[in-house]
């Protein structure tokens, strides 16, 4: 069955400095990948998908950037964090477009002080 | 401009009850529907889902409706447990777009 792995669960980070979350899937070939964020009381923001390694499509111009440098390998980076990049961030996949549900991992938890 | 509304911020039901999830959207192109599942500091968990070419799917104790003219959907769980007590999220895309629009969560509360 297919799994998907994120971490760290929970991070604190001073603004400015940089960030690497990581995110893996087993168990499947060539999937879609997806970078979400949860502000609070809010539903959730695509921010980045992959369909393919080394492909990056960005939904919303921010501070952020992602790579995929293997075929189930997702990394969500920045060089410098604000204030405004807490939040709570989640890594997805799905087997295809279409007619698919994506599957979330469990997140990781961003606080910038 | 919200697209996929989820009016009710929370909802509180008795335990063996029908609890009742409403969500409504404005883009009529979105042809499929999800319904998910999240607990704090967790990520959401796939519930179940309906394309625009039905209008009812079951799964157990999950049922989805989809009213197009009215562009609404629903989420019933009959009977209702202390373990359904979440945040419920319904989402929608459109065709083969790869982005999936989402409300803003009910959080349903069981109560024994």
């Known amino acids: 069955s297919q799994t998907i792995h994120q971490w760290p669960a929970t991070l604190v980070q001073p603004v400015g400095s940089p960030l690497s979350l990581e995110c893996t899937v087993e168990?499947?070939?060539?999937?879609?990948l997806y970078w979400y964020r949860q502000a609070a009381g809010r539903g959730l923001q695509l921010l980045f998908y992959s369909v393919g390694i080394g492909q990056i499509s960005s939904e919303v111009p921010q501070n952020l950037s992602a790579s995929r440098p293997q075929d189930r390998q997702f990394i969500l980076s920045s060089k410098k964090l604000l204030l405004s990049d807490s939040g709570f961030y989640l890594c997805a996949w799905s087997v295809l477009p279409g007619y698919q549900p994506q599957h979330f991992g469990d997140g990781t938890r961003l606080s910038i002080l | 401009d919200q697209q996929v509304k989820q009016n009710s911020p929370s909802l509180s039901v008795q335990e063996g009850r029908i609890s009742i999830l409403n969500c409504d959207y404005t883009n009529s192109m979105f042809d499929y529907f999800l319904w998910y599942k999240k607990y704090p500091a967790e990520g959401p968990t796939f519930l179940i889902s309906?394309?625009?070419i039905k209008d009812k799917n079951e799964d157990g104790r999950f049922t989805v409706f989809l009213n197009k003219s009215a562009k609404h959907l629903s989420l019933h769980i009959v009977p209702s447990q202390p373990g359904d007590s979440a945040v419920y999220f319904c989402?929608?895309?459109?065709?083969?777009?790869?982005?999936?629009?989402w409300g803003a969560g009910t959080k349903l509360i069981i109560k024994p």
């Open positions: 989402a929608a895309k459109e065709g083969s777009n790869y982005q999936l629009i």
């Open positions: 168990g499947t070939s060539n999937p879609n």
């Open positions: 309906i394309s625009s």
